[in-house]
């Protein structure tokens, strides 16, 4: 049974740092293409980043550029959202996920494997 479990979310106040994880497990995601997505209260879910497992190309929305940084842990088979210089704008749940297409991909209809969420809340 695959399961992405994330962790590490939680209230920090703008300018501060977050590290969020994404435990997988069930099968192999060496050939997969992980996700991080969120979605704001009222809004549609929107791409954050995504990583080659194999080779960690990675991919960012412009929005988190510079800020995030996204990360794996073969031993451990986590993925990583270091999350820096944090705005409220940022404030929602993220969710991992993991798509069996070969190219990095932000559609989040190409996931096909998704984590329950985690909230992370930007105070000012």
């Known amino acids: 049974q695959v399961q992405l479990v994330e962790s590490g979310g939680g209230l920090v106040q703008a300018g501060g740092s977050l590290r969020l994880s994404c435990a997988a497990s069930?099968?192999?995601?060496?050939?997969?293409?992980m996700g991080w997505f969120r979605q704001a209260p009222g809004k549609e879910r929107e791409f954050v980043s995504a990583m080659r497992w194999r080779g960690g190309i990675t991919l960012y929305a412009a929005s988190v550029k510079g800020r995030f940084t996204i990360s794996r842990d073969n031993a451990k088979n986590t993925v990583y959202l270091q999350m820096n210089s944090l705005k409220r704008e940022d404030t929602a749940v993220y969710y991992c996920?993991?798509?069996?297409?070969?190219?990095?991909?932000?559609?989040?209809?190409?996931?096909?494997?998704w984590g329950q969420g985690t909230q992370v809340t930007v105070s000012s």
């Open positions: 996920a993991a798509s069996p297409i070969v190219r990095l991909t932000t559609a989040a209809n190409e996931y096909n494997y």
């Open positions: 069930g099968r192999t995601f060496s050939t997969y293409t």
